[in-house]
């Protein structure tokens, strides 16, 4: 479990502004990530889920049919990391691992119809979590920085 961070470590420091590391767009993508997690975080907390949950889940409910490894690879994390994330799943009945009939070494995740609600209600947390994270941009801005964060994340 993370410990949470204070709430003040969440409010913009003045002295940042003016400092070479707000010109670096890797140290802005990073802090931006991070404030964005913290708060989707505490919104996905109803639900006792994690962003990391919520990230796998989401695919898990897609047309893309993961196997562990690739929630490995879609997610950028350690495939023991992806294991815990569907062993937590698994236990709250969201998930199923199936063998991948073209694999036998492979495991696909599978949602659950009981998966498929607790997404629903996730996305739906997730996305009041984001409007309040972009309140400072406007609808223009806000389409350009997801072409932007697209074209960075999945190229």
């Known amino acids: 479990m993370t410990t949470p961070l204070p709430q003040d470590a969440l409010d913009p420091a003045p002295d940042l502004r003016t400092s070479d590391l707000a010109s670096e767009p890797v140290f802005l993508m990073a802090r931006a990530s991070s404030l964005a997690s913290a708060s989707a975080n505490r919104a996905l907390g109803e639900l006792d889920l994690k962003v990391r949950h919520y990230s796998a889940l989401s695919l898990v409910c897609s ?67 984001t409007d309040g994270t972009m309140a400072p941009l406007s609808e223009d801005e806000r389409a350009t920085l997801l072409d932007l964060l697209q074209r960075v994340a999945l190229s």
Do not use: F, M, W
Not at 86 to 97: F, I, K, P, Y
């Open 63 to 129: 047309d893309l049919h993961p196997s562990q490894r690739d929630l490995s690879r879609y997610l950028v994390l350690d495939p023991s990391q992806i294991v815990l994330i569907v062993d937590s799943l698994e236990r709250r009945g969201a998930v199923v691992r199936r063998t991948d009939p073209n694999d036998r070494r492979s495991k696909l995740i599978e949602p659950t119809d009981k998966g498929r609600e607790l997404y629903r209600r996730a996305r739906a947390a997730v996305d009041r979590c």
